[in-house]
């Protein structure tokens, strides 16, 4: 209190001061420098080169550009909801999204891992061929044989199971309402279905 007395106005101007700095070096850090920010916010997760380690944070590398940014501003628009992402997404500049799309979407993707072999051909199976019965159609016809994926159809080769499994869960519940074509697909998923699927979806 009375050190406050003795310099009146002083604190605050420091703080100014700091803010300024802060303000001008995050502004100059984020005009064209997306690895400044994926170093700071996105690598924890996602990783330096986009090979994510944990499972439950999708693989970036390799994917489409223009599919990635569409991933961003529908976590910005809330589109697409998930705890940890939107909040992050939050305190991006839009701007800045473009940018770090492309950041990721050059790296070169890590292979995946096939734990369960047995379980991976039974998805082999409908990713070619789909299921006639309950009109699961061949996701192959859209992510590609190969799962590489395109802008249109993102790539699902090599990606996470954990990961994989909660996108056709959060299609099916509604809470990923990002497209109707794969709302439709998980729809009419079953959950057995859905894990043959990712298992496969990995080893691609
Ligand atoms: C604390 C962990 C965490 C951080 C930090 C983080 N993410 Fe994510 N990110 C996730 C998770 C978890 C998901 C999956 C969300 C879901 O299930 O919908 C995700 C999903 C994404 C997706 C969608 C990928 C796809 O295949 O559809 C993009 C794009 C993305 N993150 C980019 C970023 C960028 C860019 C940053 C840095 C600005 C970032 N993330 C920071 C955890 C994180
Ligand atoms: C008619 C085309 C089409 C078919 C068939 C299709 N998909 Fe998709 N899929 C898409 C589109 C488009 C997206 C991106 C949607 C978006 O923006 O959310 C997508 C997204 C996904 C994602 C999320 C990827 C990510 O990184 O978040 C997964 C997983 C997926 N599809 C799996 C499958 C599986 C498994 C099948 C087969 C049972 C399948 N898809 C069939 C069009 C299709």
Known sequence: MANRQHLPGHPK?????????????????????PQEIVKTVCAACHGID????????PKLAGMDQEYLMRQLKAFAAGKRRDETMTGI???IDPLDF??????????????GK??????????????????????????????QPDGRGNARFPRVAGQHQAYALKQLADYKSGRRATDPLMTTVGKRLTVDEA????????GL
Not at 50 to 57: C, E, K, T
């Open 13 to 33: 101007l420091t703080t100014a001061f700091v803010l300024c700095l802060l303000l001008g070096t995050s502004a100059l850090s984020h005009a064209g420098d």
């Open 50 to 57: 986009g090979n994510s380690v944990d499972p439950a944070n």
């Open 89 to 91: 997404i939050a305190g």
């Open 98 to 111: 473009s940018r770090l799309a492309a950041y990721y979407g050059k790296m070169t993707p890590t292979p």
């Open 114 to 143: 096939v734990n369960d072999a047995q379980l991976a051909t039974k998805g082999k199976a409908l990713y070619d061929d789909g299921n006639t019965d309950s009109g699961v159609p061949a996701c192959a016809g859209c992510h």
């Open 195 to 202: 894990k043959a699927l990712a298992e496969y979806m990995a």
